[in-house]
């Protein structure tokens, strides 16, 4: 069967958020729109419900979710205690994309945080987002809408024929603003350490005294028995079954050459590049990144899911700077790459 499906873009389907709401009441699950990514969400107190996620998504069992807030009352029912840092971070960037990892409550059914002691928190800006939690007047447990292992779904085009069907309610209000997932912290003896990277930066987080700590596997392969902070970042992630080939360079010839020096390599390239450096680039398969780092977040997870139409023998994507959203950027296409990557 079909799931239900509201085109949030015409405003008169705004009531459609009120039964997307009656959805979630009921234990059903309900792909809706954050400023991130489009999530497919569930009453967070109900294990049941919860579990419809898991299947919906193929998502292993290990990797828990993040809960979505709309106040902060919420946020207190739900986790021990608050400490100044989480205070802080909460105070600058909330409503937003950032995820906060809090010592959790016995509420929270084991199933959504993969039975850990904590949980990972956040209240989204979008303001569809919060209008459905507001009206469920309930927590929605949400992770990404694709399938696992899949890019994150930032537009309904791409992901409708991977969850139509398998999610009881759609709500489509069109592209993602940011197209990368929020930004998971972790304070752990004062500090911040960052899980994934995203459009929070650690230059945010500095501006306001805050130390932070990168930790190292959001760039670096882990191995199968490496202890994590985060269960996610063991999973093989946003991989195209085309074989992909990041290569960065801070010197824009050398980039460009390297690329170039490639595709002579090779035969059928596809090349993801910057807008302003396409026609440099000696193939006849382009994708148009886009050009400032805000273009690329936002278009990077769809670009990701064309590539296998071209049936090109590589993909060489294009790397941006480890700097503010750039590290973000980089997380993702790393391991889209699966860590397939020159630096020069
Ligand atoms: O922007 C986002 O965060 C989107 C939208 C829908 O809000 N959600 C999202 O969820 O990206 P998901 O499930 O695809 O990714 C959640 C990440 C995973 O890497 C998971 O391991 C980590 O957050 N995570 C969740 N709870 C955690 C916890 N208690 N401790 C450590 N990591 C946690
Ligand atoms: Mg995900």
Redesign the pocket.
């Given at each position: 069967m079909k799931s239900k499906y509201a085109d949030l873009k015409l405003n008169e389907n705004i009531n459609k958020v009120e039964e997307a709401a009656t959805y979630i009441k009921k234990g059903k699950i309900v792909l809706f729109p954050?400023e991130?990514?489009?999530?497919i969400g569930a009453n967070a107190l109900d294990e049941n419900a919860v579990n419809k996620i898991f299947k919906a998504k193929g998502r292993a069992s290990d990797?828990?979710?993040?809960v979505?807030i709309c106040n902060m009352q919420m946020l207190k029912n739900l986790v021990q205690d608050i400490g100044k840092i989480e205070e802080k971070l909460i105070n600058n960037f909330w409503p937003g994309?950032l995820?906060i990892?809090f010592n959790k409550k016995e509420c929270i059914p084991n199933n959504v945080?993969a039975g850990?002691e904590?949980?990972?928190i956040?209240m989204?800006s979008n303001e569809i987002a919060r209008k459905l939690i507001e009206l469920a007047k309930l927590p929605i447990a949400?992770?990404?809408?694709n399938i696992s292992g899949k890019p994150?779904g930032t537009k309904i085009e791409d992901i409708i024929e991977e969850l139509d069907g398998k999610v009881d309610y759609i709500l489509d209000s069109g592209m993602a603003d940011i197209g990368v997932?929020?930004t998971?912290v972790?304070v752990v003896d004062n500090k911040v350490h960052i899980?994934?990277p995203?459009k929070i930066t650690k230059e945010d987080m500095q501006k306001l005294g805050i130390d932070v700590v990168i930790e190292k596997q959001i760039m670096e392969e882990c191995s199968p028995n490496e202890k994590v902070?985060?269960?996610?970042?063991k999973y093989r992630h946003y991989a195209p079954n085309t074989k992909c080939l990041l290569v960065y360079s801070d010197n824009e010839k050398e980039l460009i050459e390297e690329i170039n020096k490639q595709i002579k390599n090779s035969s059928n390239v596809l090349v993801l590049g910057r807008t302003n450096h396409l026609e440099k680039y000696n193939t006849n398969n382009k994708l148009d990144m886009g050009e400032s780092l805000e273009d690329i977040s936002k278009n990077i997870f769809t670009l990701l899911r064309k590539v296998d139409s071209y049936n090109a023998n590589l993909v060489i994507i294009e790397g941006v700077k480890k700097e503010g959203l750039g590290l973000a950027i980089m997380n993702r296409l790393i391991r889209a790459c699966e860590h397939n990557y020159i630096e020069i």
């Open positions: 954050t991130t990514v489009y999530g990797n828990p979710l993040i979505h994309p995820t990892i945080t850990l904590t949980v990972g956040r989204p949400a992770p990404s809408a994150s997932e929020s998971v972790r899980l994934r995203g902070m985060s269960p996610g970042m």
